[in-house]
């Protein structure tokens, strides 16, 4: 819809303002689109001064004039877009979380504490209570490094799945706005992974030193898988490769559930979407990662071959894993810093993916 003349007037005037002495205008339209604003100001031309200074600077000054300002690169060229409009001002639904919590918790419980002798308490909870505090850690580094950065964000929502292997499918954490900028996104993506490893790892080791080593049963039977990781986990404490020989270890529900957190980073480290690794992995190379989501896709496509239930994860990432968390101010670079630690997590994602996670031996 075409702006009134005169509103257009006021318009130019307010972001002429804005950016005055900090972005230098070479061309302004005013139809340009914005998702999910319905209208919005494209502005062309070039910093003048660091992006990260000037977003602040920006921003401060058309947000009080209810504007959303973004900063993109397209054809080369430096832009800002300008949007009318406001996020949405919710609520944090801690009786939502508080409620799903409870239903995971049953459900993870269930797993190991139903029996055909009977409900085993000890068993439900050896293995519930460690993986549920591994996912609560991993959900709430997320989200209180969210909170620190001023951050709108739902609180985790975990996803209970009963009568299935692990009892759950782990939690997420809605984004109600986009982060400030790169670091941002990076902080908050490797604050979870970072914070689950903080139990997970130990508690492996604890759970295996509780397990045994003994012959494989006659099939059938199920073996978990091995990461790179847990190999060397159970080489460390074992002091062998395992299974091997007709021997493997006997695994104590407490290891067990650290597997299932190691497992669940893993799979969150996966450089695609909205994933943890696919915020690191924007962050990193911007909008080029959209091809490391197809090279994924083909992986996922050829693990599915030994493994078929990797065919369910190749259908999402196919449908979802190109669409990334973009921050508002997508110009200012990841601080050098912080690439290292990025690539750390790249590291962690060979470590920690299982390709083969449960196999049945008939």
Known sequence: MPIDPIVQGRLTQTLIAAVDGIFDIQGIRFDAVFKPFDHAIRLNGRFLADTETAFDAISQRLEREGWQVFFREEAGEQVIYAAMGTWPETQPNWLLFGALLLATLASVFSVHAITPNGLDWKSGLSFA??????????????????RRNRM??????????????????????????????????????????????????PFLFYGLSLSEVTPLSPPPYVLEGNSI?????????????????????????????????????GLNLIPAGQLDGGHVIYTLLGPKAKYL??????????????????????????????????????????????????????????????????TLVQ
Request: hydrophobic share 55%; glycine share 8%.
């Open 229 to 265: 990781f847990y190999l060397a986990a159970k080489w460390l404490v074992f002091g062998q490769i395992l299974p091997s020989n007709g021997m493997d270890v006997q695994i104590h529900n407490i290891a067990f559930a650290a597997w299932v957190g190691l497992f669940i980073t």
């Open 152 to 201: 709108a964000t739902s609180p985790p929502y975990f996803i209970p799945m009963p009568f299935s292997i692990f009892g759950t499918l782990g939690a997420v954490i809605v984004m109600r706005k986009p982060p400030k900028n790169r670091k941002q996104l990076f902080q908050m993506a490797v604050a979870g992974p970072l914070g689950g490893l903080i139990l997970a790892i």
């Open 293 to 358: 989501s197809y090279a994924a896709v083909a992986g996922f496509l050829l693990l599915s071959i030994k493994y078929p239930g990797w065919l369910i994860w190749t259908a999402l990432l196919f449908f979802l894993g190109r669409v990334y968390a973009v921050p508002r101010d997508d110009l200012t670079p990841l601080p050098g810093k912080y690439k290292a630690l990025g690539y750390v997590m790249l590291v962690l994602l060979l470590l920690l993916f299982t390709p083969i996670p449960i």
């Open 129 to 146: 209570l460690p993986l549920i505090l591994i996912l609560l850690f991993h959900e709430f580094g997320h989200f209180l490094v969210s």
